[in-house]
């Protein structure tokens, strides 16, 4: 069964500044997704960004960005210029199935 | 378009009593998986449905059933309740079976 690991419960960052939200999964499988979720104070899930595995370059959506190293299965989300409404939990989630880890809580400092 | 909704948001139960929770999908969606989240923890997988029938289950108790409706809502339902069933149960819904899920907001429910 494919397992995901957030090895930080908790992380902070300075505002402005840069912090790395580690994840790594376990599959034998060679086509699959991976994902980081966000989820605030109000619950829903908010999808960050995704990665195909099949796609080498890795991904970005604005501040957001991964280091995606398929033979180490490691899945890593990096956010620039941090802002105060980036404090959540972040899950990182593996597919198929949908397969989060426990989460890592990022606070950030003003 | 129309995003992922739930119903309730808060939800009072006593042990040993059911529950409905109920999910719309996404305008478009045809699957629809449900999980259940613990206190500080990753959601847990119960169970997706695929154009109404059950296309796989996570290691949840029979006590958990759902239902999948021809308009792809459903119904997440939960019997003899315990206490450890006190979570936020997140619904989401997908084009398929392996694609991006859209969550909903959730519902917190509590069992006293």
């Known amino acids: 069964a494919q397992t995901v690991t957030q090895s930080q419960p908790e992380m902070s960052v300075q505002e402005a500044e840069t912090v790395t939200l580690s994840c790594t999964y376990d599959?034998?499988?060679?086509?699959?997704?991976l994902f980081w979720y966000k989820q605030p104070p109000s619950r829903q899930m908010i999808l960050v960004i995704r990665q195909e595995a099949y796609k080498q370059q890795n991904a970005t959506e604005n501040r957001f960005s991964v280091n995606f190293q398929k033979a180490a299965k490691s899945f890593s989300l990096k956010i620039s210029d941090s802002q105060l409404g980036d404090a959540a939990m972040y899950f990182c989630?593996?597919?198929?199935?949908?397969?989060f880890g426990k989460g890592t809580r990022l606070s950030v400092i003003a | 378009e129309t995003g992922v909704t739930q119903s309730p948001t808060h939800l009072i139960k006593t042990r040993g009593q059911q529950v409905t929770l109920r999910c719309s999908s996404q305008s478009g969606h045809n699957t629809v998986s449900w999980y259940q989240q613990a206190l500080g923890q990753g959601p847990q997988f119960i169970f997706q449905y695929y154009r109404e029938e059950e296309n796989g289950r996570g290691n949840f108790p029979p006590r958990f059933s759902g239902l999948q409706f021809p308009n792809y809502s459903s119904e997440l339902n939960v019997n003899a309740l315990e206490l450890d069933d006190s979570a936020l149960y997140l619904c989401?819904?997908?084009?398929?079976?392996?694609?991006?899920?859209?969550f909903g907001q959730g519902t917190r429910l509590t069992v006293v």
């Open positions: 989401a819904s997908s084009l398929g079976p392996n694609t991006e899920a859209f």
């Open positions: 989630a593996y597919l198929p199935p949908l397969v």
């Open positions: 599959t034998s499988e060679s086509d699959y997704y």
